[in-house]
């Protein structure tokens, strides 16, 4: 196992890095760059569900087998699974526009990497690591965790955000106003980029470093498209606003 462990963080590392240069050129086409040509789709709804399922699954298996249940393994699974549940089970079927289509080969591609992560955190966070009691206590563990509990607060706020937004008026996008709405055009992408560079710092383990470098090489690009998306399709786009994180980028 600890092979497949390896050959896990070597694609994941390896995918980050080439995902993080086609997606400038490439937007993923689902949502406001939703387009024709990628063959057959599914209801954006039950892609979401589909293709994040291999997350908290594997993640829970692993937990359950491992003879280490210590308290810092339990935190990180319960707050695995309050990422993963919400965005898995409950999300997609609260958002608009869950029966736009969304392309079966980005589900396909979200399935393959939810499997290679969620074996490579399960694997590595409790069967190949160990970690004590007193690893609450580390420095590691209390930066990370309060970068995880900011991240993780701002990601779900501006989810919650947009989807009353988009609830107004499903069939056309609207500028976002308000919030940390005011400083940057992506503050969902910003959130969930800090909460896992949190997840990555509190466990200090391989997989979680891969997992931050694939979240910002996956999100980065696609802010970055949104913010120029936005000020394209609104003349009146706020000009101060930055794409994703605030003051600088």
């Not at 209801?43 to 993640?59: D, H, K, N, Q, T």
């Not at 990180?76 to 609260?94: E, G, K, N, Q, S």
Request: glycine share 8%; hydrophobic share 50%; with cysteine.
């Amino acid at each position: 196992m600890l092979a497949m462990y390896n050959y896990c963080l070597a694609l994941i590392f390896g995918s980050a890095a080439a995902v993080f240069i086609l997606l400038f050129f490439v937007p993923a086409p689902y949502g406001k760059f939703l387009r024709k040509g990628w063959g057959p789709a599914l209801p954006a709804r039950w892609a979401w569900m589909i293709m994040e399922c291999p997350s908290p699954a594997l993640m829970v298996l692993f937990f359950v087998v491992s003879p280490q249940k210590d308290i810092p393994q339990i935190i990180f699974i319960a707050l695995w699974l309050l990422h993963y549940v919400p965005r898995t089970f409950v999300d997609p079927f609260r958002q608009s526009g869950g029966d736009k289509p969304f392309p079966l080969l980005l589900v396909a591609l979200a399935l393959l990497f939810n499997g290679l992560n969620g074996y490579a955190n399960g694997y590595g966070l409790f069967h190949l690591q160990a970690y004590p009691g007193v690893w609450l206590l580390s420095w590691p563990f209390i930066i990370g965790a309060a970068l995880f509990a900011a991240g993780y607060r701002v990601n779900r706020t501006a989810d919650e955000k947009l989807r009353i937004l988009r609830g107004k008026n499903p069939s056309e996008y609207q500028v976002p106003r308000g919030w940390l709405f005011e400083y940057i055009s992506c503050p969902n992408y910003f959130g969930e980029i800090v909460e896992w560079l949190g997840w990555a710092v509190m466990t200090s383990s391989p997989a979680g470093f891969a997992f931050f470098a694939f979240t910002f090489a996956n999100l980065f690009p696609r802010a970055i498209r949104s913010h120029k998306w936005y000020k394209s399709h609104f003349p009146e786009y706020p000009p101060q606003r930055k794409a994703v994180i605030p003051f600088v980028v």
